[in-house]
T-cell receptor, first 114, second 113 residues
Framework: EAGVAQSPRYKIIEKRQSVAFWCNPISGHATLYWYQQILGQGPKLLIQFQNNGVVDDSQLPKDRFSAERLKGVDSTLKIQPAKLEDSAVYLC????????????FGPGTRLTVT | AQSVTQLDSQVPVFEEAPVELRCNYSSSVSVYLFWYVQYPNQGLQLLLKYLSGSTLVESINGFEAEFNKSQTSFHLRKPSVHISDTAEYFCAVYTSGTYKYIFGTGTRLKVLA
């Protein structure tokens, strides 16, 4: 079974530029999460999708971050414009459904904003 | 609100020595508990989980954790560590009804030769 795929693995941009990350969850997984992991901290939930609907985006900075999950499969997370404090690893995770409590994480995208 | 506390940010230990990584949580409702391991430049991997039943859960590589409801703890232990166990370990709580996971700040385990 293929795991959660993310791309790119690394990205360096200047502040005020825009960037997009892509995630392809495990096939058949209904729930998809985007997390932000700042160096030295645990992952912080940004947004959660159930199929193609948003379940929780309360911690997503909506003035600059957006995410979508078209057709309930892969997802993109965008930052526009980026700030220095957005430097972090962006992790995507998926979960089979509400009766399964295991999350499977992708390798992450390390973003550096200069 | 739910929260997870990992008091030890770093734990150095010699190879073949025992180790305990501490995790405490706060929640007013029933929870599910997890330990994840993160190796450098990789995503998180599930190490073990407590959903229900026996309060002592074990992983395939020798780690174990015990759910203690009265102390709201889920400490991770291993009787004899290897160099390859060097990694960051995260404790996480899932609260039924919220559909979301809250992570601790992590404990960096460094195994010394």
């Amino acid at each position: 079974e293929a795991g959660v795929a993310q791309s790119p693995r690394y990205k360096i941009i200047e502040k005020r530029q825009s960037v997009a990350f892509w995630c392809n969850p495990i096939s058949g997984h209904a729930t998809l999460y985007w997390y932000q992991q700042i160096l030295g901290q645990g992952p912080k939930l940004l947004i959660q999708f159930q199929n193609n609907g948003v379940v929780d985006d309360s911690q997503l900075p909506k003035d600059r971050f957006s995410a979508e999950r078209l057709k309930g499969v892969d997802s993109t997370l965008k930052i526009q414009p980026a700030k220095l404090e957005d430097s972090a690893v962006y992790l995507c995770a998926s979960r089979a459904g509400t009766d399964s409590y295991e999350q499977y994480f992708g390798p992450g995208t390390r973003l550096t904003v200069t | 609100a739910q929260s997870v506390t990992q008091l030890d940010s770093q734990v150095p230990v010699f190879e073949e020595a025992p180790v305990e990584l501490r995790c405490n949580y706060s929640s007013s409702v029933s929870v599910y508990l997890f330990w994840y391991v993160q190796y450098p430049n990789q995503g998180l991997q599930l190490l073990l989980k407590y959903l229900s039943g026996s309060t002592l859960v074990e992983s395939i590589n020798g780690f174990e954790a015990e759910f203690n409801k009265s102390q709201t703890s889920f400490h991770l232990r291993k009787p004899s560590v290897h160099i390859s166990d060097t990694a960051e370990y995260f404790c996480a709580v899932y609260t039924s009804g919220t559909y979301k996971y809250i992570f601790g700040t992590g404990t960096r385990l460094k195994v010394l030769a």
